[in-house]
């Protein structure tokens, strides 16, 4: 079973950037796709971004699309989310997961979870 961990979060002002890292173990990352998801005190956990197996595709949720890029390196194991212009609504608790199949954007279609890692943006 791939087994995932975040790392990247932290506390930065609204304007601010951040990059989050996934880094995966086991050797079929490549066969998944990834995705980002975030969940804000008070809130359901919903989805930011997912990339195909390849790199080549990728979905945004409205509210970070042209802000937020998702990307991969497959020989490194590791997805990303490169996070530009962050502001208050950007706090949460950000997740990566893997899925089967690419193009899906609901919790139920990713099978392994990291544990997460905190993003505070401060106005």
């Known amino acids: 079973q791939v087994q995932l961990v975040e790392s990247g979060g932290g506390l930065v002002q609204a304007g601010g950037s951040l990059r989050l890292s996934c880094a995966a173990s086991?050797?079929?990352?490549?066969?998944?796709?990834m995705g980002w998801f975030r969940q804000a005190p008070g809130k359901e956990r919903e989805f930011v971004a997912t990339i195909s197996q390849s790199g080549r595709s990728t979905l945004y949720a409205y509210s970070v699309k042209g802000r937020f890029t998702i990307s991969r390196d497959n020989a490194k194991n590791t997805a990303y989310l490169q996070m530009l212009s962050l502001n208050p609504e950007d706090t949460a608790v950000y997740y990566c997961a893997i899925g089967r199949y690419y193009g899906y954007t609901g919790q139920r279609d990713f099978e392994s979870w990291g544990q997460g890692t905190q993003v505070t943006v401060s106005s």
């Open positions: 086991g050797r079929t990352f490549s066969i998944y796709a």
